[in-house]
């Protein structure tokens, strides 16, 4: 079964470190989403790609977030620096129209 | 601005009990609606996506049902069983690609 692979899947640091989060979409597919989840905000979209073009990324906070698709075969998310509130878990999922195929996540918390 | 509510946000049931799980979005302008659920320390799993000129769709033990007109959609779970126990999340596809996610319900099915 393909799969979306994250990594890592778990990550604490204290904040103003960098943090990075990688995602290997299922080959084929054209589009990649990233998501955060938390407790009070629920799943909310960040940024997406097709075709390795970044199409939207006003979900983020752009001073200090930022994503990238070097391949077609890795995502990247960047947060620099890192704060406290970005402690969230973050989702990485890809797709050819629906439905979206979501890795695992990255359980992120800054201290 | 479309908002995806869903109720109620935790359920317990008894094993074998029928329940509904409901979900209403505020903007009958979708294209479709999706269920998924996402299992502790996972990412989400889609279970039944419905177009919006549909009214249903069905897989095994689930039935989702939408009314866009009243921006409702129920998704029904017959016989429940304990390996049902998970937080099922409805989704509303917007545009070609933004999906908005609803809040949650948190099922726990006692054996």
């Known amino acids: 079964d393909a799969r979306v692979t994250q990594t890592p899947r778990h990550k604490v640091t204290e904040m103003g470190q960098e943090v990075t989060m990688r995602c290997q979409p299922i080959?084929?597919?054209?589009?990649v989403f990233w998501y955060r989840q938390t407790m009070m905000q629920g799943l909310e979209l960040l940024a997406y790609?097709?075709?390795?073009?970044?199409?939207?990324d006003s979900g983020m906070p752009k001073d200090r977030f930022s994503a990238e698709m070097p391949d077609a075969t890795l995502a990247t998310l960047k947060i620099q620096p890192s704060e406290p509130r970005d402690s969230a878990v973050y989702f990485c999922a890809s797709g050819s129209g629906q439905p979206q195929h979501f890795g695992d996540g990255t359980r992120l918390s800054i201290l | 601005k479309q908002e995806v509510t869903q109720i109620p946000a935790a359920l317990s049931v008894p094993e074998g009990e029928n329940l509904v799980l409901n979900c209403s979005f505020t903007d009958s302008a979708i294209y479709n609606l999706q269920w998924f659920r996402q299992d502790p320390g996972k990412g989400l799993t889609s279970l039944l996506l419905?177009?919006?000129?549909?009214r249903e769709q069905t897989s095994g033990r689930l039935n989702a049902s939408l009314d866009k007109s009243s921006g409702r959609s129920t998704l029904y779970i017959a016989a429940s069983q304990p390996g049902d126990s998970a937080t099922y999340l409805c989704?509303?596809?917007?545009?070609?690609?933004?999906?908005?996610f609803g809040p949650g319900t948190s099922l726990s099915v006692i054996p």
């Open positions: 419905i177009q919006s000129s549909q």
């Open positions: 989704a509303v596809k917007t545009s070609y690609d933004k999906v908005i």
């Open positions: 080959l084929g597919h054209n589009t």
């Open positions: 790609f097709r075709n390795r073009a970044p199409l939207d």
